[in-house]
């Protein structure tokens, strides 16, 4: 067997090899930015295995779903300057989801781009900010995200990336008892109200 080279195998193949290290099937990625299908494919991927049970998912996703409107609206600093003010210490258990999902894109960033990059590289400077999720992850104790931005635009976008990270794959089994429909079942009050 002769090894071929990273960068000479099809771009479908390396595409597919990216997504199914990371447990999604492309047609879950429809609808969901280019450039935020890795950070979306990885979220899915942590929202399946992290322990504990994650309880930050709708504020990483409102940073996400921020910081690309921002983007797309002149923003060129990302979120850095934005939140220097926010001084709170972060709570263990949310620093520890936190940490884990960074290492999951961390990991799968490198493995995308020793894929020759199937997935288009995210705006990292815009994607994340561990300060502003913990504020959203206070402000959601009270209120959804709709509540909190009222923007057309932000509805959306999140509604699609929640989608994405929360529905079931295309060609997963529908049994009752897979584990497509226990993630459906244990992520059903992650729904945005409409």
């Given at each position: 067997?002769?090894?071929?080279?990273t960068?000479q195998a099809?771009?479908?193949?390396r595409?597919?090899v990216?997504?199914e290290t990371?447990?999604v099937?492309?047609?879950?990625l429809e609808?969901v930015?280019a450039?935020?299908r890795?950070?979306?494919?990885?979220?899915?991927?942590?929202l399946?295995?992290a322990?504990?049970?994650p309880?930050?998912?709708?504020?990483?996703?409102?940073?996400?779903?921020?910081?690309?409107?921002?983007?797309?609206?002149?923003?060129?600093?990302?979120?850095?300057?934005?939140?220097s003010h926010?001084?709170?210490?972060?709570?263990?258990?949310?620093?520890?989801?936190f940490n884990?999902?960074?290492a999951?894109?961390?990991?799968?960033?490198?493995l995308?781009?020793?894929?020759?990059?199937?997935?288009p590289?995210?705006?990292?400077?815009?994607?994340?900010?561990?300060?502003?999720v913990h504020?959203?992850?206070?402000?959601l104790?009270?209120r959804?995200?709709e509540?909190?931005?009222?923007?057309?635009e932000?509805?959306?976008l999140?509604?699609?990336?929640?989608?994405?990270?929360?529905?079931?794959?295309?060609?997963?089994?529908g049994g009752?008892?897979?584990?497509?429909?226990?993630?459906?079942?244990s992520?059903?009050?992650?729904?945005?109200n409409t």
């Amino acid at each position: 067997m002769c090894f071929v080279p990273t960068s000479q195998a099809d771009a479908a193949v390396r595409l597919q090899v990216c997504l199914e290290t990371l447990g999604v099937e492309e047609e879950t990625l429809e609808g969901v930015p280019a450039h935020l299908r890795l950070p979306v494919a990885v979220t899915r991927y942590w929202l399946w295995r992290a322990s504990p049970e994650p309880t930050l998912l709708k504020a990483l996703l409102m940073v996400m779903v921020q910081g690309e409107l921002t983007r797309l609206t002149g923003g060129t600093t990302g979120w850095q300057g934005v939140t220097s003010h926010i001084s709170q210490p972060l709570e263990g258990v949310v620093a520890h989801s936190f940490n884990q999902w960074q290492a999951c894109l961390k990991d799968a960033s490198q493995l995308n781009l020793l894929l020759c990059k199937p997935l288009p590289e995210p705006h990292f400077a815009w994607l994340f900010q561990g300060r502003l999720v913990h504020r959203q992850i206070q402000k959601l104790q009270e209120r959804e995200p709709e509540d909190i931005v009222k923007d057309d635009e932000f509805r959306d976008l999140y509604r699609r990336l929640l989608g994405a990270v929360t529905q079931p794959d295309p060609g997963a089994d529908g049994g009752a008892g897979g584990p497509e429909a226990q993630l459906r079942a244990s992520m059903g009050h992650l729904r945005l109200n409409t």
